[in-house]
């Protein structure tokens, strides 16, 4: 990580800006990538808002992630509808760097958390958002440009230089396969 991102994260966690997404290792697992996620995002997924069994499958990819686990990865230039069923991480169409989303879907709702890497193998989520099967989650719709320009607005006040980060999402996650 390029140093002046590293003083921005270590000081994003002090102000309490960001918290340092852990997992519980067990025997021969280890940290191998880093995520941070914003403190909203914290409190959701340790909250009754979501169902139990999406939870579970949520710290399971989290927790996949962080101990270097493999992941499939949908670029934005990916052409293919049915692959994108198989995404853990989908790079959202848009100006680079590239915004990313991760998906979990129902029991009740569709679980979009969105983020960026910083540098390889280490990823800020940002914001989220839930899009019901019914269109009656309470909220408003999610809008891809809107959680684009909060993502900006979050790395700027966390004096995250977006300049640093990688523009092509193949060099920020390795032990991946792109599609």
Known sequence: MVPAQHTAIEAAIKAGGLVRYQ????????DQRMLWVRPEIAQMLNSLKI?????ARVSATLKRFVVGGPFNVVTAACTNREVSALGDIRELKGEKPPLIEM???????????FGRFIC???????TYGMKSLDGK???KPLSI???RDRCDAVFKSLKLDLSLIPAR???CLSNSTFF
């Open 103 to 113: 998906r979990f879907k129902p029991p009740k709702h569709h679980l979009r958390i």
């Open 169 to 171: 999402i193949e060099s």
């Open 51 to 55: 169902d139990p069994d999406q939870l």
């Open 120 to 126: 390889a193998d280490s990823l800020v989520m940002t």
């Open 145 to 147: 440009p809107q959680e």
């Open 137 to 139: 989650t309470g909220a």
């Open 23 to 30: 997992v519980s290792l067990e025997q021969g697992e280890f």
